[in-house]
């Protein structure tokens, strides 16, 4: 794995990683911390997280990369999931994380913000590595222009594919999809993937951003783009659960969407939605202080990102015996 110290902060590292160390069986290690013991190799591990901070881009996600791998064995059909946050350039960012977490591969997106279990990052990488140890993997990048709800579907087929190459068909799974956030109608996207996994497969993930720039979004798989949707098929042969929770809270009276295209709200109660915002948020007529998602209301600040947001969870099975 490549070093974040030889990474400086004006550029990204010249320098090749050193070469991993094997551990048997196609698995390799961090060159930062030692194999993992022989005698835990029975039990399954959790998979590791990381994070990191900082202005670069680059030399946050190898940081968080490298912490989430950590000494763990790394295979070549393992997956690190990287958020990066903050950044209005994070593409040479992926780059060096694929380099870092080779030869596990890197699913990655832009975003508005990132939490661990242990702190919010507002501007920086947030990383966690799936093993394949213990999980079947399955990985694939669309384009979703012209068809959102056929591209998403066959990226959906592809990752399920794989993860069924790897021992057949699992008995539990979940597919994780990373979408562009300025893509359309999000729902479009959900439906191509809903139209291979059933009810029976629960579908988490969510949308990239841009810091609120309203400009484009990154989705990172293999290749970088600006208009794609990642499907990670997770199968399992112990029990997956999902958890949703939000925060959110009534502001203002219940309105009634009057006018709408596709998922843009363009009047609420009879008034431009605009306008019916800033009375239903109190923010008087100079400024807009809040955003709409779906037709619900959410604040923002400056300094900690976003509040009464909803969070979708997936619980991973708990480390077992190998049989």
Known sequence: ??????????????????PPEAVGNGAVTSGRAPAVDRLEERWIDPPGVGSAFGDDPRRA???AVEQALGGREVRPRDVVLLFSAGYEEPVEGF?????????????????????????????????????????????????LAPD????????????????????GEPTHAALVLLSDGLAGDQW???????????????????????????SRTYQHAGRTTTNGVIALWLGTEEPLAVG?????????????????EGNVILELDGRPARDAQRIATACGTTRLCGFFTYGEFGRITGTTGFHNASVAVLALPAAEPRP
């Open 95 to 143: 780059q060096l994380a694929q380099r870092a977490a080779a030869p596990a591969r890197v699913a990655a997106c832009s975003s508005d913000g990132a939490f661990t279990a242990g702190r919010q990052v507002a501007h920086g990488c947030c990383a966690i590595h799936l093993s394949s140890a213990h999980l079947r993997l399955g990985l694939a990048l669309a384009e």
């Open 148 to 167: 959102l709800a056929g591209a998403t579907r066959r990226a959906t087929e592809l990752a399920r594919a794989e993860a069924q190459s790897a021992g």
């Open 1 to 18: 794995m490549a070093e974040s110290a030889n990474l400086p902060s004006s550029a990204p590292s010249s320098a090749n990683p050193p």
């Open 61 to 63: 996600a190898v940081e």
């Open 188 to 214: 479009e996207i959900v439906r191509g993937a809903y139209e291979v996994t059933g009810a029976a497969v629960p579908i988490v993930g969510g949308a990239a951003g841009d810091d609120l720039r309203i």
């Open 244 to 260: 949703v929770a939000h925060g959110w809270r009534p502001i203002g009276a219940p309105m009634l969407v009057t006018r709408a």
